[in-house]
C-alpha cells in the first residue's frame, strides 16, 4: 500500500517512527512482542541475580549487586512504558508473561549457584545483551531506540562489574578459582544462545532488518561476542569449554562450537532448570501482591472522589 | 587528673563503639531485610524504591560499622564486624530483624523506624562528633525521603480496601511491642547523651508517639493499646530466634571461605 | 598385572567414594528435609513419623559418609563431609533438596523416593564389598517401612477429599521431572555395577515405574506425561538454587566455630 | 457425700482411679486441664529445641535432638490420651490451646538462641520437669501415673544429654564457654519460674494434694532442684547468675534468690518473648494441614461404606 511503502521510505531515510506516526499493525505487533520480551527478560533476570544478594561476600559487592538488580528493575519500566506507547499496557503484558503467551530470555531459566555465577552473568550475560543492544540504539521506533540508549549506559557497567568479579575469583584462592571456571563452563553455551538459533534464511527476519527493528543477524552478533569474550577468558586464565575453539586467521575471528540447539529448544518448552521457579515467582509476587495493588488504587479513588466533591 | 580524662575518654570510646553497633547493625539488618524482596515486590515500582531502601540503608551501614571498627581499633573493618560476628554480639533493634512476611509488615516497619530514624539522624547532625555529625549529615536525605515514602504508603493503604486496611492494622499490632526498643536506654545512652554526642533515646519517644499518631489517624488505623516495650534486648544482644538464620545465610561465604578476597 | 590390579582398584576406590557421597548426600539432604517439619506437622502422628523417617535417614547417612571419609583416605569423617563442602561438591539427586512447600510435596516426595530407596537398599544387600552390604542390612527394614507408610499415605490422600486428590497431583507434577535423576547413570555407576557392588540405576527404573503406577492407581492419581528426566546433575554436582540456602543453615556452627568441639 | 468419702478413702488407702471408676467433678477438670496443659507442654516444647535440629552442629547431636524431639511429642500423645480417658478429646484440648483457654509451660516462650541453649534446656528444663514429674508417678489418676512413668524414664535420659552438651560447651572454646554462660544467665531464673509462685497458702493446692494431684509445694521443688542443680553448675564451672545464693547449712539446702514473679505473670498474659510465635508456629500448623486431616478422614469413611457395601 502506498501508506506502507511510506513508512518503509521514512524508515529508509534514517526517520524515526514515534507514537502517533501510521505503522504497519506488523510493525506494531512485533515491536510490542519483542520491547515486551525484553522487559520481561529484565523483570525475571533480577531473580537470579537476586539470589545472592542476601549472601554477597562483602558491604560492597552487596550494594553492588542491589544497584544492579534495581537498574534491572528501571530497564525494565523503560521498556514497558516503551511499549505501552505501541497500546499495549503493563498489565496485559504480565498476564501474558505469567500465563506464558509471552516469553522472556531464556539465559535467566539457568541457576545461580555459587558466587561466581555472579560474575559470570555480569560478564557473559550482560556482555551479550550488549552485543544484541548496542545496534538497537539505532533501531527505527523512537521510544525503543532512547530506552536504548540509557539501558546501553547501564549495562556496560554491569559488564566491567562482573568482570571484576570474576577476576577476583580467578585469581582468588584455589577454590574461588574453581568456582570461577565453574560458572564459565555452566554459562558459556548458555551465553552463545542469548542470540538465537542461526536467522541467515528467515523471511521473518529480513522484514525486521527492512524495518529496522533487527539491525545484525543473529550469526553476526555471535561472532562477535565470542571474538570479544574469548580474549577476556584467556586475561582471566579461565578456559572456555569449547575444545575445538581456534582462532581463524582468514576470517579473523574465532571458529567455535554450537551450542545444543536442542537444550535451546527444551528450554524455551519449559524444561530449562529454573523455568517452573521463575514463573512461579514472578507468578506468586503478582498474587501476594493484588490486595497490595488493589489498595493503592482504592485509596486514588477515593482521592479523586474526594476532590471531586470538594469542587 | 590527665589518667582520669584518659580512663573517661576511653570508657566514652567503649559506649562509642557499643552505640555505633546499634545503629550500624540496625541499619544493616534492615537492609537485609528489605533486600529480601528483589524480584518479589508486588509492583515495579516498589521493587526499585525498596532497593534504593536497602542501598541507602548499606551505605549508612559502611559508615557506621567503619567507624565503629576504627574507633575499637582491633583491626576489624565494617566487613569484618558484618561478617565474622554471630547473634550474640549483634546489637541491632529486635524489630529490625523480624521476618518480613507480607508487604504491610514491611511497609509498617519501614514507617514505625522511619519516623525514629528520622528524627535520630537529624538529631545527629548535632552531634559534637564531628565524624557522626558528617555521618548524619550523609544520611539525613536519604531517611527524610524513607520517612516520606514509607508514611505515604501507610496512608494509602491504611485508607485503601477493607482488605488493605486490615492487614495494616495486624502489621501494626504484630509490631507494635518491639517498639519501644528504640527509646529504651542504659549506660551506652547516657554516656553519649551526656556526652553531647547523641540524643538521649527517651527524648525522642513523645516526638514519635505524635508523628505515629498522625499518620495513624489519617490512614484511619487506630494505635494498640498494649505495651510497647515487651520486646527488649536486642541492643544488648539478646534476640529473636529469627537473626541466627539471617546471618547463617548473610555471613556463608566469609565463614566458608575465610581465607578468600572478593 | 600387579600394576594394573593397582591402579584398578584405586580407580574402583575413586568412583567408589563418589558413589558413597551421592547416596550419602541423598539420605542426609532428605533427611534435612523432612527434620524441617519437625512441630509444623498437621497431626501429631506425622510429627513422631517424620521425626522417625529422619532419624533413619541421618543414621544411613553417618554409615554412607563414614565409609566414603574411610575409603577417600585424607582424614575426613562423616561430619568432616557434612559440614565442611559447598553445595558444588555435594552429589545428592536434586529431587531431595526441593523446598517442602507443603505435606502434599513432602509425602510424594518420600513416596516416589521410597520406591527407588528400598529397591536400591534390596539390590545392595548382594554387593560384593560386604562393608556396602552390612549397611544395606542395617537399613533395608527401615527403608521397607518407609516405602510402606508412604505408600500408604498417597493412597489415603490421593483417594481423600477432591482438595487433597489435587494437592497430591500437583505435587507429583511437580516432582516428575526430578525423578528421572535416580535412574541416570556415569561411570561411576558402571564401574559399580560392573564390579557387581551395586545395581546399575537403569536397572531399577523399570520396577519404580510399575511400583509407582499400582500406587497412583490406587491412589486414583494419574502419572503425569511428561520426561521424567528433566532435572538431571545433582549426582555430579549441579544443584538447584536450593542446595546452598540449606547448607549455609545447616553448617553455620561447624563453619563459624571451625575450631570448636561439640 | 458419701460417694466424695468413699472416693477420698479410696486414694488415701493409696489406690488408683481408673477412668471408669466414678470421680468427683472438680477431680475431672482439674486433671483435665492439668495434664492437658502439660500434653501442651510438650507439643510446644517440640519448637525451641526443633529450631535447632537443621543446624545441630554433628550428625550425633542432630540424631540425639531429632530423637528428643521425637520423644517429646511422643509425650504428648501419651498424655492427650491419658486426659481422653477424662472426657475431652484431642482436638478439643488442640483448640482451646489455640484460643488461649488452656496454657502450656510458659519455659516455652524463651527462644533458643544459641546452640548451648539447647543443652540448657536438656539440663535446666527437663532438670526440672523431672523434679515436678517423679511425685506425679504416684499420683491417683492411673492412666497419667502411668504416662509419668513412662515419661520419666526418657526425660532423665534428656536431662543427661543436655548436661552433657553444657559439659563440650564449658569445656569448650572461649566463644562456646561464653555461649554456655549466657545460656546459664538466660534460662536460670526461668526454670525456677517452672515450679509456680509459691502455694503454701492455697486452698487450691490443698484440695490437688488431697486429692494426690500434686503431691509437693512448689517451693519443695524449687528448693530441691536448686540443690540438686548448683553442685552442677559448679561442676561445669559456670556461675549460677544469683550473688544471694549461697549455702544454708540450717536447712541443709541453698538460699537462693527469687525470680520476677513479675515476669511471670507478663509471661502468662501473653507478654513473654515467644508467645505469639509459638502459638502462632502452632496455629499455623493447625490451619496447613485441615487439608491433611481431612483427606485421612475422608478416605477412612470411604473405606468404611466399601466395606459396607462389600458385606
Known sequence: ????????????????????????????????????????????GQLPEGNWITRAPTLERKAILLAKV??????????????????????????????????????????????????????????????NQ?????????PYARAMVRICKEESFHQRQGYHIMMKMA????????????????FWYPSLMMFGPSDKESVHSAQNMAWKIKINTN????????????????????????????????????????????????????????????????????????????????????????????? | ???????????????????????????????????EWCGHAPVLEEDIALANTALDLIGHTQMWLGLAGQIEGKGRDADALVYRRDAMHYRNLKLVELPNDDMAITVMRLFLFDVFHQALIEGLTQSKDPRIAEIAAKA????????????????????GTQQSHDRMQAALEHLWPYCGEMFWSDAVDETLADAGLAPHPDRLREGWLATVQDILTEATLKAPEGRLDVHLGGKVGRHTEHLGFLLAEMQFLQRAYPDADW
Open chain 1, 1 to 44: 500500500s502506498p501508506e506502507e511503502q511510506a513508512f518503509q521510505d521514512r524508515i529508509d531515510a534514517g526517520e524515526r517512527i514515534e507514537p502517533r506516526d501510521w505503522m504497519p499493525e506488523g510493525y506494531r505487533k512485533t515491536l510490542i512482542r519483542q520491547i515486551g520480551q525484553h522487559a520481561h527478560s529484565e523483570i525475571v
Open chain 1, 70 to 131: 534495581q537498574d534491572e528493575a528501571g530497564h525494565g519500566l523503560y521498556l514497558y512504558s516503551a511499549a505501552e506507547t505501541l497500546g499495549e499496557s503493563r498489565d496485559e503484558m504480565t498476564q501474558k508473561l505469567l500465563d506464558g503467551r509471552m516469553k522472556y530470555s531464556s539465559i535467566f531459566n539457568y541457576p545461580t549457584l555459587t558466587w561466581a555465577d555472579i560474575g559470570a552473568i555480569g560478564w557473559l550475560v550482560d556482555g551479550a545483551a550488549i552485543m
Open chain 1, 134 to 142: 548496542v545496534p538497537l540504539q539505532r533501531t527505527s521506533y523512537g
Open chain 1, 171 to 186: 585469581r582468588g584462592t584455589d577454590a574461588q578459582r574453581e568456582m570461577a571456571q565453574d560458572a564459565l563452563n555452566r
Open chain 1, 219 to 311: 550469526d553476526e552478533l555471535r561472532q562477535k561476542f565470542v571474538d570479544q569474550t574469548v580474549p577476556q577468558a584467556e586475561f582471566l586464565g579461565l578456559t572456555v569449554p569449547d575444545e575445538t575453539l581456534c582462532w581463524n586467521e582468514e576470517k579473523g575471528g574465532y571458529d567455535f562450537a554450537e551450542p545444543d540447539w536442542n537444550e535451546f529448544f527444551e528450554v524455551l518448552k519449559g524444561n530449562g532448570p529454573c523455568n517452573a521457579e521463575r514463573i512461579g515467582a514472578r507468578q506468586k509476587a503478582w498474587d501476594d501482591g493484588a490486595w497490595f495493588r488493589d489498595g493503592l488504587s482504592a485509596y486514588a479513588d477515593k482521592q479523586q472522589a474526594r476532590r471531586m466533591a470538594a469542587e
Open chain 2, 1 to 35: 587528673m590527665t589518667q582520669t580524662a584518659d580512663v573517661t575518654a576511653s570508657a566514652l570510646d567503649e559506649a562509642l563503639v557499643q552505640w555505633l553497633l546499634r545503629i550500624g547493625d540496625t541499619s544493616l539488618i534492615l537492609g537485609h531485610r528489605v533486600s
Open chain 2, 140 to 159: 539525613l536525605k536519604e531517611v527524610t525521603y524513607h520517612l516520606e515514602r514509607s508514611s505515604d504508603l501507610v496512608v494509602r493503604l491504611g485508607d
